[in-house]
């Protein structure tokens, strides 16, 4: 098992090896932000694009930003997809993957069937919860 940055000169051909299915994430946020406009994102380097290996085969994809916080620098993990991919078993690269980036936290958004598996599998802890009112 292993992670694999994608370096943001080839989103493109990321995108068209399966990355695509992330825009299936961005329709969970809320409206935040769309699947054409986070490959945008990606391939302007303000986000890395990781690609989640397990035998040779692709098993999901994910988005990663760090934070720097006032008091501690975050790597926050924006967009997922792995179905069947069993992304517990690559939170130990993720959190590899923070310490190199000088993080001291892992965090994510999660609606609460995602919450409740990310706690259980991976030692998420709630840290606040965002509310919203549309105007």
């Excluded at 989640?52 to 930003?65: C, L």
């Excluded at 706690?119 to 919860?129: A, E, L, T």
């Amino acid at each position: 098992m292993k992670l694999v940055p994608i370096d943001a000169r080839f989103i493109d051909a990321a995108w068209r090896d399966g990355a695509s299915c992330l825009s299936a994430a961005c329709d969970t946020s809320g409206g935040e932000i769309e699947g054409s406009q986070l490959k945008m994102i990606l391939s302007r380097a303000e986000r890395t694009l990781i690609r989640m290996d397990d035998e040779g085969k692709t098993v999901g994809w994910g988005v990663v930003r760090v934070d720097q916080l006032p008091n501690m620098r975050v790597l926050f993990i924006t967009d997922l997809v792995a179905p069947h991919g069993h992304f517990e078993n690559f939170f130990s690269h993720i959190k590899d993957m923070a310490a190199s980036l000088g993080c001291s936290r892992v965090r994510c958004a999660a609606k609460p069937a995602q919450e409740r598996l990310y706690r259980m599998r991976c030692d998420f802890k709630p840290v606040y919860s965002i509310m919203e009112v549309v105007l």
